[in-house]
Structures are given as C-alpha cells and as structure tokens.
C-alpha cells in the first residue's frame, strides 16, 4: 500500500520531471523512466504493489485513450501494415527475446516466454510524440499509434499463455491458437456491446461532470468483463475506444468535449507517471530478490535482450515488407527513397514502455505452491530494456528523422493553414446566404464577417511567400496578445475592487483562457 509520505514524494517528482520534459523538449517517458531510476537508486521510501491490481488500475485507461483519439479512416487506411507489425512481429520478437532469454540469460523455456510476451510490444506514447511533434508524415505516424493500439492485445493474450503455463504446468499448441483467436475475438465484442451501451447512455446526460463518470467507465466496463471471462480485456477497451472516438462529436457539446480531452490528456500523463516512478521505488526491492543483486552479467543480458529487439526489428523492416508488399502498391505516391526513410524510422522506433512495466509488474507471486520461478530477475530484464530502447531512441529518432528527410513541419502547418482557410470560407458564404434571404440583419452580419475575412488573411499569410503578409500577421498576434495581457489585468482590478461575484469571474477567466489558446 501507498503512504502519506510516498503519495507526496510521487506527486513532487511528477511535478518536477514534467517541467524538466517540457523545459527540454524531451518526451516525457523518457524523463519518467530517468526519475523513475534516479528515485529507486536514491535513499527513501520503498513501497509494494498488489499484482492483481497493477493490470485492472493502469492498463484499461492507458490503451483506451489513444484508441479513442485514433482516426479510424487513417487506421482502415493503413490496417494491413497494422496488422503485420502488431501480430507477425509481436511473435518474432517475442520468440527471439525467449531464445536469447533461455540460451544467454538460462531461464526455463516457459518463463522466457513469459518475458518474450513483456517485451513483445511496443510503447504507444513515445515514439509517436516525437515523430508527430516534428511533423512526420502522417502514414508513419498512423502506423506506429496503430501498431502500438493492437500489439497490446496481441502481446497481453501471449502473456496470459506464457503465465498460465508456468503457473499450471500445462501448455497446447492448438489449444493456444483457438484461445488467441477466442480472446481476440471476444474482447472486441465485449468493447464494442459496452461502447455502444454506454454511449447511447451519454445521450440521455447532459452535464458534463456525469459525462466525464461514463467516459471514465467505458473503459473498465469493457476491461473488467472481458478479462473475467477469459478474453483479452486489452483488445476489449481498444475496440471500445475506437467506436467511443468515432461517436463523440454526435453524443458531446464542445464545451463537454473540450474537458474530456483535457481530464483524459492529464489522466494518462498520471499513470505513466505512477507507473515509471513506482517501479523505480520498487527497484531496491527487485534488486534485493536478485541472487547476488546487480551484476555485470545481468546488465550484459539486458543489452542483448535490447540488440535482439532492434535487431530484430531492423531485420524486418527490410525483408518482409519486400517480400509481401508491406508499404508497396500501385497507387502508394512516395518514392522507393522514402519507402526506405520510413522503414528506417519504424524499423528505430523499438520504445517499450508502460505496458511492458505493468505486465512485469503483474506476474503473480506463487505458482503451483512456490515462488514464481525468476519473478525478480524479468522484473529487473524488463525493466532494463524498457530504460534503454525509451532513452536511446528516444533521444535520436527526432534527428534521424530530420536526417532521412521525413520531417514535415513545414507541410503540416500548410496544410492546417488551408483547413482553417477552407473553414472560413465556408463560414463567410454561409453569412453571405443568411443575408441574402434576409436573416440576420446588417450590422450582425458585417461584423462576423469581418471576423472571418481576418482569420482568412492570417491564414492566407501563412501560406504565402509575402514577407509583407507574415509581418503583419506576426504584429496581429503581438497585439492580440497585449489585448489578453489588457484583460487580465482588469481581471485583478475586478477581483481586488470585489465588485462582482466569484462565479462571474470564474466564467470571465474561462472565456479568457480559451481566446489566450486560441491564440497559442
């Protein structure tokens, strides 16, 4: 259990590492995972997580929300590279951790696999937040939240196999492939039944704060069921994520939607913190469970569990997508050049994370009446690799992909800059037709046009060449935000002179914050 004391000390640091990740620009996984280190080698607190609880606590929110924001044209677009890399390469990689596991590190066949499936998949959050922040191109970055969604499911099932054999002796080829394909299978059903049913039920609400309640019950809803029956509860809150997302727009007010996504972009930021920062309280523990503690054999271990990883990886990057036309067809538009850029850049995004964590962290304690065999050595393994593919790739992929040519920056902020000025257009010749059937009077309709037509050359500004145009952009911005800085001093007068009440200011502030972000 978690005292007064550790809460506080997980919070500060939290506090702390997310300002060093935004001060630096470095993903804050990485900043994490480093802190996490930092505390668990640090003299404190140490703490003990309850297994069973670690899974159910952390794993349905954490797959839930990225489904939920995924695209689902995008995923459609890119399902069969998807799907490759989240089945096909989950495998491999899986059964080459196993071999080097058993013949390199010496543990039994069944409890490396039990690792294989730890490090079988790959971290949702890291890699895509810093191909996206550097204006990768989008088919990339599609393929990377894509795999990262589905190889959960992949990877946890795997691991449910691998852990019920080690914990019950027996173990069937056939017998595992009808359970993956059950589990698969009905986890999707199980998340979809609960999205819908509880979805709908968003219909029938119209606060926000109740809103948010079923927004935060969809995901155990689907989780909870379908691991009690049997099936992957992963698969489950990834499917009800998917349909959740796609719906919200027709079931959410903007101002409902606007909280969901602030409270679900904190929420996850949380349990990745708790979740890397735990751990590395854990880690004296882990290391005291360690015949011999930390030894130059085990970290040479972790470094080849990493290289097979990459490896691995690596190698197929470069042979299957030849062999079945992985990122080839007749109507793909990029260049053999890019083609090559992109499988580099997939083949170096080998980041395992959260999840990998959480499933190491869950093994059960006993099996079959004893110890669960190496329980502390995959702990410390998992924990390894974890560090080293967040750390190193972490910090080179931002180069490697500006040095491959893949970045798109440039192209990102064109084309946002024609969606807003297509928007606008649209907005002006519907004022143009509520006017023309006399609608809206005049002066309403001269003044929101006027509104429109300065958003439509601000953004015509960025993208054109004028070196004119972007100077009087620039000094637009400069003096909306003198306005804002204006308005926020009389903001203070207003709460020193306590003329009005405290919800009226509140709501002011509101609307303030969200011109200020509007103009961010």
Request: glycine share 8%; with cysteine; net charge negative.
């Amino acid at each position: 259990m978690l005292d007064a004391g550790v809460i506080i000390l997980l919070l500060t640091a939290t506090t702390v590492l997310a300002g060093i990740a935004a001060r630096t620009g470095v993903p804050y996984p990485i900043v994490l995972v480093l802190g996490g280190l930092v505390l668990g080698i640090a003299p404190g607190p140490t703490t003990n997580l309850d297994p069973d609880l670690v899974l159910v606590l952390f794993l349905p929110p954490l797959v839930y929300a990225p489904a939920f924001y995924a695209s689902i044209d995008e995923v459609r677009a890119g399902a069969r590279p998807i799907l490759e890399l989240a089945t096909g390469l989950v495998l491999i990689t899986g059964l080459a951790v196993a071999l080097v596991a058993h013949h390199v590190v010496g543990l039994p066949w069944e409890v490396a696999a039990v690792l294989g499936a730890i490090l079988g998949p790959t971290d949702p959050i890291a890699a895509t937040s810093i191909v996206r922040r550097i204006g990768a191109p989008e088919r990339l970055v599609t393929i990377l939240e894509g795999e990262s969604l589905v190889n959960d499911g992949t990877a946890i099932t795997i691991y449910a196999i691998a852990v019920h054999t080690v914990t019950h002796g027996d173990f069937s080829a056939l017998d595992a492939v009808g359970s993956f394909c059950l589990d698969v299978a009905g986890g999707a059903a199980i998340g979809l039944v609960v999205a819908w049913t509880l979805v709908h039920a968003r219909r029938l609400v119209d606060d926000p704060g109740a809103e948010l309640a079923i927004s935060l019950l969809i995901p155990f809803g689907a989780y909870v069921p379908a691991q009690e029956i049997g099936w992957s509860g992963v698969i489950a809150a990834v499917a009800a994520g998917l349909y959740a997302g796609a719906r919200a727009v027709d079931v959410s007010a903007a101002d409902t939607r606007l909280q969901l996504r602030a409270f679900w972009d904190l929420l996850v930021f949380l349990l990745n913190a708790l979740l890397f920062l735990l751990i590395g309280l854990q880690l004296p523990n882990i290391v005291d469970d360690l015949e011999g503690g930390v030894t130059s054999t085990l970290v040479a271990q972790v470094l080849a569990l990493t290289a097979t990883i990459f490896a691995i990886r690596m190698l197929w990057m470069f042979t299957v997508p030849a062999l079945v036309g992985l990122f080839t067809s007749r109507d793909d538009p990029d260049k053999p050049e890019e083609r090559r850029a992109a499988r580099l850049v997939l083949g170096w995004s080998a980041m395992r994370g959260g999840l990998s964590l959480a499933l190491a962290l869950a093994l059960p304690l006993m099996a079959m009446g004893h110890a669960f065999p190496d329980r502390a050595t995959i702990v410390f393994l998992a924990y390894g690799v974890v560090l080293l593919t967040l750390v190193v790739p972490g910090l080179t992929l931002g180069p490697l992909v500006r040095l491959v040519g893949l970045e798109r920056g440039r192209e990102l902020r064109r084309q946002l800059a024609e969606a807003r000025s297509s928007m606008a257009h649209a907005a002006i010749a519907r004022i143009e037709e509520l006017a023309a059937l006399d609608e809206v009077d005049d002066d309403s309709a001269d003044r929101l046009r006027s509104v429109y037509e300065t958003r439509l050359s601000r953004h015509s500004a960025t993208l054109g060449d004028d070196a004119d145009a972007r100077s009087h952009a620039k000094r637009a911005r400069e003096l909306r935000h003198a306005v804002i800085e204006a308005q926020r001093e009389e903001l203070d007068d207003l709460r020193g002179r306590r003329e009005f009440p405290a919800e009226v200011l509140l709501e002011v502030e509101h609307e303030l914050d969200l011109d200020e972000a509007r103009i961010r």
